[in-house]
């Protein structure tokens, strides 16, 4: 980001990583897919590299107000630093925090996820796919702040009928879907001796589909679904992948 500054510039859009995109192995190769469709897409953004802090969503999910906010003005004042108006979110916490939260604070952004901006690009063309692809099977997992929070349902099982792969939903989806178990700083919580964890429930709805492979649109998802596979020892026969890695596997080269 810096370098646009320097130029006397700015880019169209910045891509907030996020925390998961930054530092998580795999959650990494999610960014990196998604900056590799944008580049093959030919659009216009930066990120802020060092300059970007957590948007501070655990920390308010977790009752912690003050940390919340002053993570939120340090990013809000960065922001306004570098004249940001348009971002780019891979993580759906991330996404509605920058979104529905920061404009308390006077941060205004047009958001848009990630998912959203492949859809748009798709429909656009700046996305070529190829004409013949592998068939395949997939169940796709609605997050929480992107489904009941959001209302954004449809646009990522549009993603998927242009890439000509086979939807079998689970039996609770959509508004009905149910949570992977991170949300709400569970994702960090220690359970009780005898508890089912919600993730290992989720992945057996999954896994009772018979679909080969899980999509999903949030790292924290990814985590939560790819451990409940494992723990029905079915890593080996079923995958978790985000959207955009699909994406990337099928495109023109």
């Known amino acids: ?12 859009y910045l891509f907030w990583v ?6 998580d ?15 093959e897409a030919g659009v216009d953004f930066a990120i802020l590299g060092d300059e970007e802090a957590c948007t501070g969503d655990p920390a308010r999910r977790a009752g912690n107000e003050f940390l919340f906010q002053m993570l939120a003005h340090q990013n809000i004042g960065t922001l306004e630093q570098y004249g940001i108006t348009k971002i780019i979110a891979s993580c759906p916490h991330c996404f509605n925090t920058l979104k529905n939260e920061y404009p308390a604070l006077g941060g205004h952004y047009d958001v848009i996820h990630h998912t959203q901006l492949i859809h748009q690009l798709l429909k656009d063309g700046k996305i070529k796919l190829k004409e013949s692809a592998e068939p395949l099977t997939v169940t796709y997992h609605d997050s929480c702040y992107m489904g009941r929070v959001n209302g954004v349902y449809e646009v990522p099982r549009e993603v998927l009928a242009q890439l ?7 039996s609770r989806s959509r508004s009905n879907g149910l949570c992977c178990g991170a949300g709400g700083a569970q994702m960090f919580k220690e359970d009780e001796p005898g508890d089912k964890r919600i993730n290992i429930e989720r992945a057996e709805e999954a896994i009772e589909t018979g679909a080969a492979t899980i999509v999903a649109n949030c ?11 494992k723990a029905a020892d079915k890593q080996d026969e079923v995958m978790v992948y985000d959207l955009s890695e699909l994406v990337l596997s099928r495109i023109e080269k």
């Open 164 to 170: 000509k792969i086979e939807l079998k939903e689970m």
């Open 18 to 23: 996020g925390c998961s995109g930054s530092y």
């Open 1 to 12: 980001m810096q370098e646009f500054a320097a130029e006397g510039r700015k880019p169209e």
């Open 25 to 39: 192995p795999r959650a990494q190769k999610i960014s990196v897919a998604l900056v590799r469709l944008l580049n």
């Open 219 to 229: 790292p924290f998802c990814m985590t939560m679904l790819s451990d409940g596979v």
